[in-house]
Nanobody, 120 residues
């Protein structure tokens, strides 16, 4: 099983980006999917999460600007980021709790990270 994140890049303040993260492999089911971010010199923090049923939660710093969604038919989670600020710049990581075919229990998987730079 692996998570492949994409969509990062350079954007001006006030701009938008859409991140995607697709899970692939021997997947039986996927539970909560989430996006985290880590800026230089800071700890990794939760940005947004979404359950398999579609319930969402957001960090206070991104509420009203970011939207997390998922397509269960594609095993993909998205993060629409609007009104980006310089302080949103970070490496963004996707995360998923996955029930793997042939293994007991659920396992925590991370994507490789995608860099978001917000600068004029």
């Amino acid at each position: 099983v692996q998570l492949q994140a994409s969509g990062g890049g350079l954007v001006q303040p006030g701009g938008s980006l859409r991140l995607s993260c697709a899970a692939s492999g021997s997947i039986f089911s996927i539970g909560t999917m989430a996006w985290y971010r880590q800026a230089p010199g800071k700890q990794r923090e939760l940005v947004a999460g979404i359950t398999s049923g579609g319930s969402t939660n957001y960090a206070d710093s991104v509420k009203g600007r970011f939207t997390i969604s998922r397509d269960n038919t594609k095993n993909t989670v998205y993060l629409q980021m609007n009104s980006l600020k310089p302080e949103d710049a970070a490496v963004y990581y996707c995360n998923a709790i996955i029930d793997v075919v042939g293994l007991r229990g659920e396992y925590n998987y991370w994507g490789q990270g995608t860099l978001v730079t917000v600068s004029s």
